[in-house]
C-alpha cells in the first residue's frame, strides 16, 4: 500500500459525502504528476479514492450555475474561489476515459469545503469521452485507477432545490 502524506491545505470536508458515498465526508485532492488528473482521496478510507479532472481542459464553453443554497453552503461568495473538477470514469483504452459533466465537484479554496452538485441540465452528459477535446498526454500509467479496477459511475439523481440560482463560471 502506497503511504501518501496530505498537506492540510489539500483537505477539503463534504457534506453531504459523494453520491454512493454519503458517509465519508473528508477527502484530500492529490495532483497525479505529469498528469491534468488528480485524485479525490478519502481521508477516512484509503481505498476510496476517485480520478478527477478540471472540465475547462477539455470542455472550455462548460458553464452552470449554482443554487443560493449551494453558494452558502459551501461559503462561496465570489467564483475565483471555486475550483471546479468532473469525476472520470476510468478504462483500460484511453480513448473510453469520460467525465461525468452532469454532477461536478465545486470546492472552496477558502472554507475548504466541497460538494458535488447535480446540475438540472440534461444537456450535459454522464459520460462525456473527454480525449475528444483534450489535447494533453496521459501515460500508460494513468489509465486504471489504483484498485486497478474503473471509478464507480455515478447514479442519476434528482436536481438540488434551490431559491434561486447565481452563475459559477461565466
Known amino acids: 500500500a502506497e503511504h501518501v502524506t496530505v498537506d492540510p491545505a489539500d483537505e477539503y470536508e463534504f457534506r453531504p459525502g459523494l453520491a454512493g458515498f ?42 452552470f450555475e449554482l443554487t443560493d443554497r449551494d453558494c452558502e453552503d459551501l461559503g462561496l461568495r465570489t467564483p475565483q474561489t471555486a475550483m471546479v473538477r468532473c469525476l472520470l470514469t476510468l478504462s483500460p483504452v484511453v480513448e473510453q476515459i469520460t467525465a461525468n459533466l452532469l454532477a461536478p465537484v465545486v470546492l472552496n479554496r477558502e472554507t475548504r469545503k466541497g ?56
Open 22 to 63: 454519503d458517509r465519508l465526508n473528508r477527502y484530500a485532492i492529490i495532483p497525479e504528476s505529469d498528469s491534468p488528473v488528480e485524485w479525490l482521496q478519502s481521508l477516512e478510507e484509503p481505498e476510496v479514492a476517485f480520478a478527477t479532472i478540471e472540465p475547462f481542459l477539455f470542455y472550455p464553453e462548460y458553464a
Open 115 to 170: 460538494r458535488q452538485i447535480v446540475l438540472p441540465d440534461s444537456n450535459l452528459s454522464m459520460r462525456f469521452q473527454i480525449f475528444q477535446t483534450l489535447h494533453l498526454p496521459l501515460s500508460a500509467s494513468h489509465k486504471t485507477c489504483r484498485a486497478g479496477k474503473p471509478a464507480p459511475p455515478l447514479p442519476e439523481g434528482p436536481a438540488r432545490a434551490g431559491s434561486g440560482r447565481r452563475p459559477l463560471c461565466s
